[in-house]
């Protein structure tokens, strides 16, 4: 079992950074893959970054989001981060972290069985 809390959501403007952090709970943090999603109102759910398993070397981005965020894991502390730059206002949405162990890392909603409660980004233009 795996509890997750995101934080570091806020109102930015466009061009501006965020940095949101996902603490999970437990000893096995580093056996999951991690995975950023985000939900806009109106829309459904979709993916926005991932970093594999272990020591996180494989990494894969939404095309939206390419080369304006980046994913990173310190198994140390227990935490994954979603560094976001040049944030736009088409980036406001309810952002979700979230945790999987049966593939290395994942895209897929579905494939992620533990969520954290969401933070609220909001980018004004």
């Known amino acids: 079992q795996v509890q997750l809390v995101e934080s570091g959501g806020g109102l930015v403007q466009a061009g501006g950074s965020l940095r949101l952090s996902c603490a999970a709970s437990?000893?096995?943090?580093?056996?999951?893959?991690m995975g950023w999603f985000r939900q806009a109102p109106g829309k459904e759910r979709e993916f926005v970054a991932a970093?594999?398993?272990?020591?996180?070397?494989?990494?894969y981005y939404a095309d939206s989001v390419k080369g304006r965020f980046t994913i990173s894991r310190d198994n140390a502390k227990n935490t994954v981060y979603l560094q976001m730059n040049s944030l736009k206002p088409e980036d406001t949405a309810v952002y979700y972290c979230?945790?999987?162990?049966?593939?290395?890392?994942?895209?897929?909603?579905?494939?992620?069985?533990?969520w954290g409660q969401g933070t609220q980004v909001t980018v004004s233009s």
């Open positions: 970093i594999s398993w272990s020591g996180g070397s494989v990494t």
């Open positions: 437990g000893r096995t943090f580093s056996s999951y893959a």
């Open positions: 979230a945790a999987e162990r049966r593939t290395p890392w994942s895209t897929r909603s579905y494939e992620y069985n533990y």
